[in-house]
């Protein structure tokens, strides 16, 4: 199993440009959520995805949307980056209550 | 809304020592988890140990222990014969118990050190 895995590793965008990372799930899990998590701080929750829709939401805008995929792979897209945007983006899917974490993609806005 | 705090930023320990990390949590559910990760500097989230709130019975995973105070609302976390790989980040993380898996809500972290 290769467990949760993530692309890219490590991406530079500049202000105003549109990004897309991407997850793929443990084998058998159906739900996947995003963190955001800037330096030397906790994950932040962005949004949740179950059966291709979107289940909850944190506190973030509307520049940040995402899906989910028949095969429960899941992207994440951010529009209009801003230098806030800057941080590591980490991927979790989960069956129950156990979430499994991927590796995450560094995310420099310049 | 629920919150967690992890009030020690950095803690270090000597190899082979115990070292205990701090958490306290806010919220006026009565059925959550509480979960303690660990991020090494390679960045991956590995779960380290959780406890499910209805059980009184603090959990314990080899070397790593909780001491679950529900009406304090505290959980920390002991690690004993501290090791070299126990060096890395320790978050807490707080998760509502619902029919589905919901959100984690996690503390700003415990840098941990841990010299030979």
């Known amino acids: 199993d290769a467990g949760v895995t993530q692309s890219p590793t490590h991406l530079i965008k500049t202000r105003g440009q549109q990004v897309t990372l991407r997850c793929s799930p443990k084998?058998?899990?159906?739900?996947v959520s995003w963190y955001q998590q800037a330096l030397g701080q906790g994950p932040q929750f962005i949004f949740q995805?179950?059966?291709?829709?979107?289940?909850q939401r944190g506190n973030f805008p509307d520049r940040f949307s995402g899906h989910q995929f028949p095969n429960y792979s899941s992207e994440l897209n951010v529009n209009a980056l801003l230098l806030g945007d800057s941080a590591l983006y980490l991927c979790?899917?989960?069956?129950?209550?156990?979430?499994?974490f991927g590796p995450g993609t560094r995310l420099t806005v310049l | 809304a629920q919150t967690v705090t992890q009030s020690q930023p950095e803690m270090s320990v000597q190899e082979a020592e115990t070292v205990t990390l701090s958490c306290t949590y806010d919220t006026s559910e009565s059925n959550y988890y509480l979960f303690w990760y660990k991020q090494p500097p390679s960045r991956q989230m590995i779960l380290v140990i959780r406890q499910e709130a209805y059980k009184q019975q603090n959990a314990t995973e080899n070397r790593f222990s909780v001491n679950f105070q529900k009406a304090a609302k505290s959980f920390s976390l002991k690690i004993s014969d501290s090791q070299l790989g126990d060096t890395a980040m320790y978050f807490c993380a707080f998760m509502k118990h619902d029919y589905n898996t919901d959100k984690l809500i996690f503390g700003t972290g415990t840098r941990l050190q841990v010299f030979p």
């Open positions: 979790a899917s989960s069956l129950s209550e156990e979430q499994f």
């Open positions: 995805y179950y059966e291709e829709e979107e289940r």
């Open positions: 084998s058998g899990h159906d739900t």
